[in-house]
Structures are given as C-alpha cells and as structure tokens.
C-alpha cells in the first residue's frame, strides 16, 4: 500500500511500514506525517496485525525533520518551530506508544533528530552496523524534542544524554548497543531478515499479553511502586482470561509448543 512517502506491506500477520522520501534520506515533512497517520489507520483496520516493523528506504531510516523551505521565510518573521509537534508529530508518537501490538525498529542508516526518536519507539531495536544516532537540533539552534529528553534518560542515563544533545555528535550502532540503548546489531545485508524474523516470532506470541507488558513498561516511568503493583494485577486478569492464556498453559503440561492466536 502506497501513502504519502510512506509504504506499507503486510506479511502474514507481520506489517512493514517503510519511511520512503529517499530523495532527503527520508526525513519527515507534513506530507509524510499525513502518511504515516494513514499507515496506521491501515495497520489497526486489518485486523489481523500482530507486529509492526518500521524501517527506511534507501540508505537512511530517517534524518530528522524536513528543513526544506524552511530557510525561505522573510527577514524580522515570527515563525513557531515546534508548531507541527502538537499537531501533527505527538499524534503520530502516541498512537504508536499506544499500539495494540509489539513494534520492531530495523534501523538501517542514519537515524537524527525526530528521526532517532522514531527509532527509540520500537520495543525491539535493531541495527544495521553501518547506522548511527544523532541528536542534531543544536546543530540549528533548536533542542531536541519528539520525546527524545524524555526517552533517553531513562535509556542511557542522563550523562551521556545530556552529552548527545549538547555536542550534536554520531553514535555507532555498535556504541550504542554498549550503552544499551538498541537491542541487537547485525551486518547491513542481514538487518531486514532478522527483523522479520523476530516480527514473526513476536506475532506467533501471545498479543494480548505482549501489548499489556508494553502498556506496564510504558507506565511504570511514571507510577509509584503500589501503582504499578495494581496495574500488574488489572493486566495479569486481563491476560488470564485470554484463550492464549488456557492454550499456553496446555501446552506446557503436554510438553509441546504452543499455538497462540492472539485471543
């Protein structure tokens, strides 16, 4: 499926979302937002998506926001610079953060500026060794945002954030997995395979349970110990009463893989 800059291919259970605007390593404009909102309103209509991966053409995952035409603007002009963070780039992230279903990042080249946060989104990270973070804002006279103040403290420490942001220098996939802020890196040929691969693994599991351990990681930056005490209860009923639930369960006692459904 084709949207603006953006594509989208389902394999099985598993859909592929490719940021596609290779002409300026796709970086992300108002167009392509609109397209990436679109790719989701596919993804959550299909039904039967248990995955998402997300992914770059070309040689870049994605180098940030589009600056292209932003230079033209008249000499003592008041322009908002994060105008398009509420309206149109925080949507996109939410609905992501609230997914109903495991993301893999298969980030293949250099992944910058709102583009690097795009990367962090994913529950599994992956790399090809040939790519590199870069927290570009100081390098225009803005500062980081799309979440990235509050993604990489909580990944990497607020050192080496604070380092990343203020020196606006690249950070190896290999460096980066040192620190732990990816998950896996792989040779550039391998990259898209393994991530299918572990899509596939992802969306063979439980889903219900797989979203509810999103969501309690996803909160649990923010509650108190007793909150998260409850919410892991709320959750736990809730994957109890699932079919995967009583089908894993059997499977265990018969000594066999089980054949989870998503149910």
Known sequence: MQ???????????????????????????VDMLGG?????????DHGEVRCL?????GRAFCTG??????????PGSKRNAGGTLETAFHPFLRRLRNLHCPIVTAVNGPAAGAGMSFALMGDMILCARSAYFLQAFRR????????STWLLP????????????????????EKALEWGLVNRVYDDAALMGEAMKLAHDLAGGPTVALAAIRQLYWDSEENSYEEQLNLEFQMQRRAGATEDFKE?????????PARFKGK
């Open 53 to 57: 991966v997300i992914t770059g053409a």
């Open 248 to 256: 894993g369960v059997t499977a265990f006692l018969e000594k066999r």
């Open 140 to 147: 225009i006279g803005l500062v980081p945002d799309c979440g």
């Open 154 to 173: 909580r990944l990497i420490g607020k050192a080496r954030s604070v380092e990343l942001s203020l020196m606006g220098e690249k950070l190896p996939a």
């Open 3 to 29: 949207f603006k800059h953006v594509t989208l291919d389902f394999d099985g259970s598993v859909a592929v979302l490719t940021l596609d605007h290779q002409e300026v390593m796709n970086a992300v404009s």
């Open 36 to 44: 990436l909102s679109e790719a989701l309103d596919a993804v959550e």
């Open 65 to 74: 926001a589009n600056l292209q035409g932003r230079g033209n603007a008249k």
